[in-house]
């Protein structure tokens, strides 16, 4: 049977994008192929979106994959309405079999064949951005627009990054080649070889409840498109846009002649522990994780048979020693601490400010004058509550919580952590973030029993104001806690030279990816695909990047063979 | 003070040869910079580089290295002579961090940078390959021939790739780049970025007791020049080669203006077991290894701080169904099973031949026919004992002789090992092949408790001649083997179609290196720098292969400062 998708097709579909996303990658210019503005998917995409996603709610979800044990349920969005969706429970003795059994015809496809394939459930996904906004909105509890574009375009821009490189890398070896060694006066030695990218094995997603398509996306086509089938754990409070994912994957593969068991999904009941079973298993054969530091840590030492990408946890810190711009420093600021109420793993949690203050465009300001001219700041951006709701969003889970009201009682609280009422969906829980003032001398966290609150990682809206006794203290703190803790991010506010070199030479030295003196639209916490890297994988909070050469090269090997020519 | 060398001088000395290696890597084809021919070094150089290797028997070596607290020895030659050499036994306290001082300015260099002091090193070392083929081969027990090329030119070419390599992998990102995204109808926001190659940390090279050097230098150029300093941990059995590779470093690094330290020597004591002391080290975040299974699994699943890279060991398999050169198969294979007393990791052990026999030019040739006509052709390649030494070499350490008497014990006996006096040094132990028939009988290895005796390596110049019912039955226990022993390369002879792509299927699914029909000058148990893969990292017998992207790309991160332009 033809299949209804030729690769010809594909390939006159899709080639251009890929060949664009290859050069980007090398220069790491601004591009992308999937529009922000929520209108540039049309005048119905919406009001289409929405009906799609309501009318999933309270269904269950066919996949029709091999090897369904039951059905499991449970997800209820942190705006408080309940999902209701039931998704396949695997068994994976018949599941893993049934996703290997089209490795060779996949292998066949070759990396072009492959990547064209990818390019097209990006598309699919890219089609139907409003229906996983909400989808996303209602697992991770972002602000809709964020929901769309962070999970959306943003996301699929990560997923095609990962297509690029994994293609880049599988091509850098010909396909065939010809060799011909001299032997003096005798006639030459003639071999012809060819060179067969082949995946690894099945390839396991864990995907986390924040961020399920962005951190998803780049392993999951990372690992198809090198050859692997991909099985899918969501995090079990957000299932839902990765099983569409799974579904438009299935899809597009079986359309294009392959086997849809390819890409499967692997939903789990309560309390399961899903992920600790299946990564150790020996058909998994690459991993990728994106949540706490204890798990994570866990499988990078226990799933020894696989290839381990892990993103976990870090302490991100911003230095604040001079400015010329105080007025654009303080709003870049406060909108980094209040996006997603601090529910990303790049936002800044410690602001380390000069105890002596700082020099600025507008004089010279104490410590205590920045941190509540900080707090003002976020004051005013969250000052009407309506317009607070669309940069918070929601309170992904309970915990996010109850750490707000602990860190109030780690210090001076310079901003309280206030609750508002979510106009159109009251049961969620909505909060502003905190900022506690706390005390950076060196005798704090220069030591083996020092426990300074802000050496911890505290996920969601809590801010440290970390007084320090100098530039050259905070940057050996920072050194401090990139090195012990992790980081995601680092950022840096400094109108001098020496300062900025020595903040450099941390990063490099520690390997944390640096922001320097960011005032206008783009902020610390935000990547962009194809240009910025998404943690270094040199720090204990990653030890992979999104997404460079090391992301991609060892999901695939390369078979020889050679005859005589 | 000015460096010696500077980076002029050495662009200008190397950069070509750097452009055609990373040409060479594209197109696969033939090419190296390092003579194979002893001549070829100059007149002198053969009685030079025996009088420095002389010079160098029972003196200490000096390094001039920090932490040295203490000195060691004890390497015989297999052939039978005393080394004496004397080397520093380190302190990993003091030398660890010593090594560390020095990669800030390493990072500086820049990729271009280090891989122009890699290519010096290299010169250096090829400049003396006469040397090192005496040490080689009074290390490993190779022949002189072997070693000066195995040992000398095709290890540089396998240091140089792993320099092109590295060097690739770092410069796919530019050092800068604009950004500048557009705003609707407001002023796009711009930022500057760079990128910057930064070292994971000290990185372990724990070497080999057969190819000292060649298996040695990958690593050690991989990771020195993506800017990590590197810890040469020798086995006891072969120090010499890999000292006097950490000297010639170490003399190129102080001229260039980099710290010498950036590569070290930790020679260890009788039974120390320091390759397992320093393995687990927080200071080491990169690891190559060559040698036993057993230590290789556990290096994988101990030292997770570390990304490890090993080589261990498989059981090689050769396809025997049919040839159109039936002389030059059996003269290609005799060679094959004795060069190095098959001492090597990628010699054929088992050999897969119907026994209803096969198709061949000069006619059908019966089971028992084709392994007489084996063993014939093993005895007239070897019946010179003089020429024979030149192949054989002498015996890397008892334990191989022990299994050759062994083997012999496991069924009939083809062709008897025989013992030959070596004509100029009488110490060595130097053994002819032993070929064993074996039942390939499906029930003989499928199964649980089945124990074939050709299902375990037996390293050394050990082959079985193994019968099996049928072709579909020999790609059977060929994907049996390469799945659950592993396998470095898989040969077959056969002049169908049909069982081609059988063996191509099978060593596709099993990720196995395949040579077809090798009846010349190129043999199943050599690969060829620049062009063939060593190994497939897709299997059990090792993680990585000789070289590819996932052999560098995760030896140094990328981080990235960005700031607006």
Redesign the interface.
Same mark, same amino acid.
């Given at each position: 049977m033809a299949a209804a998708l030729s690769a010809q097709q594909l390939s006159e579909k899709h080639r251009s994008t890929l060949d664009q996303a290859l050069e980007t990658?090398? !220069? /790491?210019?601004?591009w992308s192929p999937h529009p922000e503005h929520p209108k540039a998917y049309g005048d119905s995409a919406a009001g289409d979106g929405k009906a799609a996603f309501e009318a999933l709610l309270g269904s269950r979800f066919q996949l029709d994959q091999p090897g369904t044990d039951g059905w499991v349920d449970g997800e209820v969005s942190p705006y408080g309405i309940e999902l209701g969706v039931e998704y396949p429970h695997p068994d994976p003795e018949m599941l893993l079999p049934a996703m290997r059994a089209g490795?060779?015809t996949w292998?066949r496809a070759g990396a072009e064949g492959r990547a064209m394939v990818c390019l097209e459930i990006l598309a699919r996904i890219s089609a139907r951005t409003h229906e996983f906004a909400h989808a996303v909105m209602h697992t991770s509890g972002q602000a809709f627009m964020m929901a769309l574009q962070a999970g959306g375009p943003h996301a699929q821009d990560r997923g095609l990054e990962a297509v690029a490189y994994a293609y880049a $890398?599988q091509v850098? !070896?010909?396909q065939t080649? $010809?060799?011909?060694?001299?032997?003096g006066k005798r006639d030459p030695?003639n071999?012809t070889?060819t060179? !067969?990218p082949?995946g690894?094995g099945v390839s396991l997603l864990i995907g986390c409840n924040t961020f399920p398509t962005w951190n998803g996306y780049p392993g999951l086509f990372a690992s198809l498109a090198t050859g692997n089938p991909v099985l899918v754990k969501p995090h079990p409070r957000a299932v839902l846009p990765l099983a569409m994912t799974v579904a438009a994957a299935r899809e597009v593969l079986a359309e294009a002649g392959f086997d849809p068991n390819l890409v499967a999904l692997a939903a789990e009941g309560p309390g399961e522990g899903l992920a600790k079973r299946l990564a150790t298993r020996p058909e998994i054969r690459i991993i990728d994780y994106t949540g706490s530091s204890a798990f994570g840590d866990w499988l990078? *030492?226990n799933a020894?048979q696989a290839q381990v990408f892990t993103e976990k946890a870090g302490v991100n810190t911003v230095v604040v020693e001079s400015t010329d711009d105080y007025r654009g420093m303080l709003s870049n600021l406060a909108f980094s601490l209040s996006l997603y109420s601090g529910q990303m793993c790049t936002t800044p949690q410690n602001l380390l400010i000069p105890r002596d203050g700082i020099a600025t465009d507008a004089g010279h300001k104490g410590y205590d004058e920045v941190v509540s001219d900080l707090a003002g700041a976020v004051d005013r951006l969250l000052s009407d509550d309506a317009k607070a709701t669309a940069f918070l969003g929601a309170m992904v889970n309970p915990q996010v919580k109850e750490r707000i009201e602990a860190a109030a009682e780690q210090g001076e609280v310079a901003l309280a952590s206030r609750s508002i009422t979510h106009p159109e969906f009251p049961g969620a829980t909505v909060r502003t973030p905190v900022l506690v003032k706390a005390d950076g001398a060196r005798k704090q966290w220069d030591g083996a029993d020092t426990e300074a609150p802000y050496l911890s990682e505290c996920f969601g809206p809590v801010a440290f104001a970390v007084a320090v006794d100098s530039a050259a203290d905070a940057v050996d703190l920072l050194r401090h806690t990139v090195h012990s803790r992790g980081a995601m991010t680092v950022g840096a506010y400094t109108v001098s030279k020496e300062v900025e070199r020595m903040v *450099?030479?941390a990063?490099?030295?520690e390997?944390?990816?640096?922001?320097?003196?960011? !005032? +206008?639209?783009?902020y610390v916490n935000q990547t962009?695909a194809f240009?910025?890297?998404h943690g270094? +994988? +040199?720090n204990p909070a990653a030890n992979a990047?999104l997404c460079?050469?090391?992301f991609v090269?060892?999901r695939f /090997?390369?078979? $020889?063979?050679?005859?005589?020519a």
């Open positions: 990658i090398h !220069t /790491r210019a601004y490795m060779g292998r $890398e850098r !070896t010909p080649a $010809e060799w011909s060694k001299p032997q030695v071999l070889k060179f !067969t082949v690894r990078e *030492e020894v *450099e030479d990063c490099l030295d390997c944390a990816q640096l922001s320097l003196n960011l !005032t +206008g639209g783009v962009a240009s910025d890297f270094s +994988g +040199g990047a460079d050469g090391a090269a060892n /090997r390369t078979v $020889e063979v050679r005859r005589p």
